[in-house]
C-alpha cells in the first residue's frame, strides 16, 4: 500500500483550515468574531496611550451571497496608538505576528484574532482589506492587503502617504465579508452592552447594517492605571524559558541572573533561593548544563519563599470604575463591587472582581443573569462550561437568604497577563483550582453584603409595618382616653412613636 | 508613551505558549494527553496499512519533580506502517509538518498531538526524544531529536542505521516528562478501554509505573474499509480553495476543472452546474478574475442537485464490530447498534454510529453512561459540552419508557473527514445542525429497538406470573374436580397451560 506522504503548512494555511478553533464556525459567529477582535485591537491600542477609546463601528450591507447568508462591509475606526507604517502589512497579512506577545495585561492574547478576520474576509470574499493608520506623526499611510494564505506573508497591493495636516492619530480598517448579520444581531448589540460597562470610559459606536445606530457613551474619563510589562515570576518557569533567558542574559553570575531577570527577585529573596537550590552564587548561567538547567527550573518551583507577583502588570478596573459601568447598564436599587487581592496561578498573576447587583433593570428569572468578563471582554459564549458559572450553581446560596428567582445580576471580571482560556476563540475560562478559589472568596464577600442589604431592607419593611399600626392606633386610644379621663388636651403622640422606633427617621 | 513593537513567532512558539488550547494544561491532563496522542498516531498508522495493530505502551517512573509531580519515561511502540526516514525529523520535531493534511478520515486532524506531545516534554524535562522507525525495508533508522522551539525546526542530536534482519515494520518512541500520574490513572485506564471498545481488532498493552500490566485483546482481525483520500465536496468549497485549484489545475476548461477536482461531479452534473452559473463550459479556469472566483463559489453552495459526498473517504466501524466492541466491554443483557446514511455539513461527510445496551456490567446510576467517540477516539472530557449529550439530555425519554436511572450505556460514534471539534484538544464536538440531527434520528432509532425488549420483557414477566398462578392451582383444582366427579384419571393440564401461553415455551 502507499506509504503516507508528509508536508508542510503554514501557521495561516492551518488556522484557515481550523478556523472553528477560532471561534469562526458559521455566518453568525463569525461576524461577531470578527467585529468583536477588530474592536478589542482597537480598545488596546488606545488603552496602552491612556486615551479614553472612541471607536466607530460600521457593518454595511454589500450584496446578497447565498439564501442564508450576505456579504457586508466591515470598518471600524480608532483614535488608539497607531501603527507605525513598517508594521502594518505584517500586523494584518501574517499570523503569529503581532504586539500581544508581552507579559501583561491585554485584550488580546493569541495576537490571531484581528489577523482570522481578515482572513475570514478574505477566504469568503476575496476582498483585499483596506488599513489606514498614523502614529499622530507628519504622515497617514494607507495599505491595501492580501494575505497569502500558503505562504503566510501580506501582499501588498497598494500603498499611499498622505499628509497628515490634523495630527490625527488611529487607525481605520476596513474589509468585507460573509456573515448573517440577522441572526447574529443579538449577540452583537450584547457585546457593546457588555462592553461598555466595563469599559465605561469609553465611547463606542456602532451602526448596524439597516442603518440603525448604537450609541454608548462614556460615564467617566477617569481610566484604570495602564498595565507595566513585567518579567517572569519563578513559579510560572519552564525549561525552555530558562534556556532562552540563559542564551540572552548578559549577567555572568547565578544571582544577577536571578534578580535581573525574573520577577520579585531581589538580592535576599536570590541569596536564600540560591542557598536552597545549593547553586553557587557566582556560577555563569551560561555554564549551566541540561540537567543542571532542568534542576534548576524544579527548585524554582519548590522554593516557598518567594513574594507573590504584584499586580503592576494587570489593569484591573477598580470598585469605582465597575461600579460606574454597572450602575449605568442595570441602574440597580443595591450594588455592591469587591476586588480581591493579587493572586497567582502558574505564576501568571491575576485579580478576580465581582460586582452583585438587586432590582432595577434586572429581570426577574429562574436564574441570576451573569456577566462575564476576562481583561475587560465580555465572554457570551458557552457560559455552562466557564468556572464562574460552575462556582456560582455550587454556591449554597440558602445560606445568605438569596434565591435564584431574585432579580440579581452577578458580574464578575477576571484580569490577567494570561487569561486561562479554553479555546482561541476566548469563550470561557477554564477551571483551575487557584481561579476558583478566588471567584469563589469574591462571590461569598458581595453575597454576605446582598444578605445584610435584604436582611435590613425587611427589618426596615417589618418596621414600618409595625410603626404603621402604631401611629393608626395611637391616635384613637389618645383621643378615648382623653375623652374618658374627661381632659382637653390629647397627650403628645409623636414622642411616643419615637420611642418604640428601632432605626432613624430618615430611613423609615 | 512608548510605541507597540511587534515581532514574530513560531508555531511552535504559539502552541508552546498557549498549550492549554491543546490540552496541556496541568501535570495530570499533559500525561493524558500525551500517551493518547502518541497512541493514536501508532493506530493511525497501522489501520493505513490495514494491519491489526499491536500497541505496547509503557509509563516507567523516572525521578521525582515537585511535591505533586514525577519525571516519566513513555515508550510507545506499533507495527503500524513506519516513516521513510528522510520525514521522521520534522515528523516529531516541526510543529504543523505532517501526513494528516488530507480529505480522509484520520484520528489526528490537526497534525500536531504528537509533536505537542514531545514539545511538553522537552520543556519539562529537557531530555531529546528517541524515534526507532523502518517501513519494512533492509534498514531500520533511529533518531535523537529535541525541537528548536523559536525556530520551529527539528534539531538530530544523533542518526543510527541498523540493518532490518527481521523486517521489522512500525514505529517505536520514546521521551520523558513531567507529569501527575496517580491523578491521571483513572482517565488513562478509561481511555484504553474505551479504545479497546471501538477498536476491537486491536491489541493494546499498557504497562504503568507501578509495573501493572493491562492487557486487551483483539476480539477479531476483521478490520473496517481503510478510508480513501478524497476530493472536496463543492459544498464545502471557499475562494481559498478555489484560487488553489486554478493556480494548481491542468484542465483547460471549466467542464474538467469541475469534473477533474471535486467529489462527485461528473459530466452531467458539470454541464448543469455551468449552466445554472452561466459560466461558458470552454473558459479556461485560468482566466477567471477574483470577481468570478467569488461568484464561482456562491454558485456552488447555492446549486441545489449536487450529489451528496459518498462515504468512501469515511472508515466507520460497522454495526458487527460496534456490536462486537461494546459486547465484549460491557457483557450486556441487550444490545442494539445502528449506523445512519453518510451526512454532510459543510460539505464534510460524516456518519453516525450508535449502540444501546442494558443491563449485565453497566451501573445504576442516576443518569445514562454515555461513551463518545469520534473517528474511533474517546472522548472523555467536557460530556456536557458535547453535542451528543445535549441530544441526550433534550430527548423525551417518556416516549420510550425509558428512564435515567435504568442501567443504560450510550454509545455515540461520529466520523467524519474533519470532526468539528471544538478544541485542537478534541474534547468535545461543536453544536452543529446537521450533526445534531443526525444523532438525534440515531438514538430514536436504538430507543425505539430499546423499548420493544423492555415492552417485550415487561410482557414476558407478566405472562410468567399468569402462567405461575395458573400452574399453581390448575392441578388443584383439576385434582379436585376428579374427585368430585369421581373420576380417576385426572385430564392433562400441560395442554390446558399452554393453551393460555401467549409466548413460545423457549422464551418465558
Known sequence: MAQATFEEISASDFFYRNRDIAGLTNPSRSIFVAIREVVENSLDAAESQRIPPDIYVRLSFEAEATPDTQIYKLRVEDNGSGIPPRFIPS?????????????????????????????????????????????????????????????????????????????????????????????????????????????????LTFVDPKGRLYKFIRATTTMPEPPKETMPHPYGVDVELLQRLVQITEYSNMADFLKGHFHRVGEITAQKFLEFASINPSKNPKKLNHEEIVRLMQNLKKYKDFLPPDASCLSPLGEELLKAGVAKELNPEYLVVHQRKPSTYAGHPFIVEMAMAYGGNIPKRNNFVIYRFANKIPLLYDEASDVSYRVISAMNWRRYKVSPDMPIAIVVHICSTKVPYKTVGKEFISDRPEVRREVANALREVARQLQHFLTRQEHVHMEKKRLGIFSKYLPKIAQFSTTLAGKDRVPDIDKLLKSVQKYGAEES
Chains 1, 2 share one sequence.
Open 91 to 203: 500586523a494584518f497579512g501574517q499570523v503569529l505576528y503581532g504586539s500581544k506577545y508581552k507579559l501583561k495585561q491585554a485584550r488580546g492574547t493569541f495576537g490571531l484574532g484581528g489577523k482570522m478576520a481578515v482572513l475570514y474576509g478574505q477566504i469568503t470574499t476575496h476582498q483585499p482589506v483596506f488599513v489606514t493608520s498614523s502614529t499622530g506623526q507628519e504622515k497617514i499611510y494607507s495599505f491595501k492587503l492580501m494575505i497569502d494564505i500558503q505562504r503566510n506573508k501580506p501582499i501588498i497591493l497598494d500603498r499611499k502617504v498622505i499628509i497628515n495636516k490634523e495630527n490625527w492619530r488611529g487607525t481605520i480598517i476596513e474589509f468585507t465579508l460573509e456573515g448573517d448579520y440577522l441572526r447574529a444581531m443579538p449577540k452583537i448589540i450584547e457585546y457593546f452592552k457588555q462592553t461598555a460597562m466595563v469599559n465605561p470610559y469609553a465611547n
